[in-house]
């Protein structure tokens, strides 16, 4: 039986805490939120059996402790467990920058018991209200070890989120942090400045009216938590710099060839682009 804590409870915290509750039924959860009320849902299903009033002492028996908050309110809550947990406890997270968090749990002395987690799974919607475990089933769930991380720590971890149903990636901190700058960071924002430059264009509200299957499926994320995004973009900034660099200037191409009317170059962007998707399924 494991002693489960969760800090923060929104849309993955909630689907995690779903997925634990059906893999280990006997196990017992607490959680702790900054708006105790949303949270009660979850103790009311069963989700979870105690709602903290802090981060307390009501974590300190727990195995494997969840922070799910927004990323730069991370440094406070590590500083808090450390206070609190022991170091047979795993301290992991589920957010989308890793270096940054690393980093946070070094300057806390929890690394020796730290190991960066990022499901990659999602969407637009928040809150305790929209977690589901289906949310996570059969997706990649990153996990990025310190070098202070013990084996049996990380081992232990990686069965607990494979019972989820996830597929467990083990990796470096940066090379995650440049990866998903790509394709998860920046598609956020041209989701976001592609759905505001329409908003600016739509002088009368037809566009809005005529919208479809492809300006919904491409803006659809940019729905997504202004508070969670803003902050993902300030603590993964280098890479998203690089990422939108080489993105504006795939742009700039386009417009050039447009401009020009080059339909080979075109055809070529289109034949390319579709082919490296469609190999992603």
């Not at 009660?40 to 979870?48: C, F, H, N, Q, S």
């Amino acid at each position: 039986m494991y002693n489960f804590g969760f800090i923060g409870l929104g849309l993955i915290g909630g689907s995690v805490a779903r997925g634990l509750r059906r893999a280990y039924p006997d196990s017992i959860i607490t959680a702790y939120s900054r708006t105790p009320d949303n949270i009660l849902p979850a103790l009311d299903d069963g989700t979870i059996d105690y709602i903290a009033d802090d981060i307390d002492g009501r974590f300190r028996e727990c195995d494997v402790c969840f922070c799910c908050t927004p990323v730069l309110s991370l440094p406070d809550v590590f500083r808090a467990l450390k206070s609190v947990v022991s170091e047979n406890c795993i301290i992991t997270d589920v957010g989308s920058v890793k270096s940054y968090v690393l980093e946070k749990a070094e300057e806390a002395g929890i690394s020796s018991y730290f190991i960066g987690g990022h499901p990659m799974a999602g969407s637009e919607k928040s809150g305790y209200a929209n977690a589901s475990r289906s949310i996570l089933k059969n997706r990649v769930y990153i996990l990025t070890p310190s070098k202070n991380t013990p084996d049996e720590k990380l081992d232990t971890l990686k069965m607990i989120i494979e019972n989820l149903g996830c597929r467990v990636i083990i990796t470096d901190p940066t090379e995650h942090d440049r990866a998903v700058a790509g394709i998860s960071h920046m598609p956020h924002l041209a989701s976001a400045a592609l759905a505001d430059c329409i908003r600016k264009e739509d002088k009368n509200g037809l566009m809005k009216k005529l919208a479809g299957p492809g300006f919904l499926d491409t803006t659809r994320i940019s729905a997504s938590s202004p508070e969670v995004w803003t902050q993902i973009c300030a603590a993964n900034k280098g890479f998203i710099l690089e990422s939108l660099e080489s993105y504006i200037k795939e742009l700039e191409k386009l417009r050039d060839n447009l401009s020009k009317d080059d339909s080979d170059e075109i055809g070529r962007l289109f034949k390319d682009g579709g082919g490296y998707r469609r190999s992603i399924e």
